[in-house]
């Protein structure tokens, strides 16, 4: 019997880490709301960006040969992505710390400052940098004023990042957006969820009373002979 409701147990536990560790929930984006990257302006071709995560952070790749810095909140220098693949971040940048929790609630070091020599740590040599970047998504924590209606999509603003190619300016231009959706687990995860856990529950109760009337018979023939 113990046998059988560890089993269950098992199961359960199985279809809520299945339905919960999902890539979606294994950061910090928030599922109500979407940024979108719209144009890199002016192109350059080898540069790719995408939005991770629904608002969470931007992912950058540099394979155009040339340098591509990534400027902080005031315009400091931030992330550089050099030609050769080598990725390095500026610790006397402050975004470089701002960035570390999704609503900025870091001390900055005052080392770290708009004015402040760059302080470059290289990284690795992937081409690739990901960040949280605190212009690509909503700050408050509560409902943008914007959104009149929960249940549409809505525009909350338009966000720009500052980068330089080859020592040229550029751009990334993008928009946030309020999603209509639950926060939680969907609707028909949290039905499969229940039904195996209610299935495991009624299958224990079923063996436990078969078991009790299989006891009350082996009682009566045992009365039965004696």
């Known amino acids: 019997m113990g046998r059988i409701v560890r089993l269950c147990a098992v199961t359960s536990a199985i279809a809520l880490t299945t339905l919960v560790a999902s890539p979606a929930y294994a950061h910090k984006g928030s599922p109500n709301y979407r940024s979108t990257l719209r144009t890199i302006t002016p192109a350059e071709p080898g540069i ?11 992912s950058l790749i540099n394979r155009s040969g040339k340098m591509v810095l990534v400027r902080g909140y ?3 220098p931030y992330i550089r992505l050099l030609g050769d693949g080598t990725v390095e971040v500026n610790k006397n940048s402050p975004a470089f710390y701002l960035n570390q929790d999704r609503y900025a609630n870091v001390t900055v ?35 943008p004023p914007q959104v009149k209606d929960r249940n549409k999509r809505t525009k909350i603003f338009a966000w720009q990042v500052p980068i330089e190619v080859g020592g040229r300016p550029a751009e990334l231009r993008g928009d946030l957006y309020w999603q ?40 009566k023939a045992s009365a039965a002979w004696g």
């Open 48 to 58: 790719q960006v995408q939005v991770l995560n629904y608002d969470d952070r931007l």
């Open 74 to 76: 005031n315009r400091e």
């Open 109 to 143: 070091p005052s080392a770290a400052h708009q004015g402040a020599a760059p302080a470059w740590q290289v990284l690795d040599k992937t081409s690739r940098y990901e960040w949280h970047d605190h212009r690509i998504h909503y700050m408050a924590k509560g409902m």
């Open 180 to 219: 209509p959706a639950t926060g939680g687990l969907p609707r028909g995860a949290l039905l499969a969820l229940a039904t195996v856990v209610f299935g495991g529950v009624a299958f224990v109760e079923i063996v436990r009373r078969r078991r009790r009337r299989q006891g009350a018979r082996r009682g």
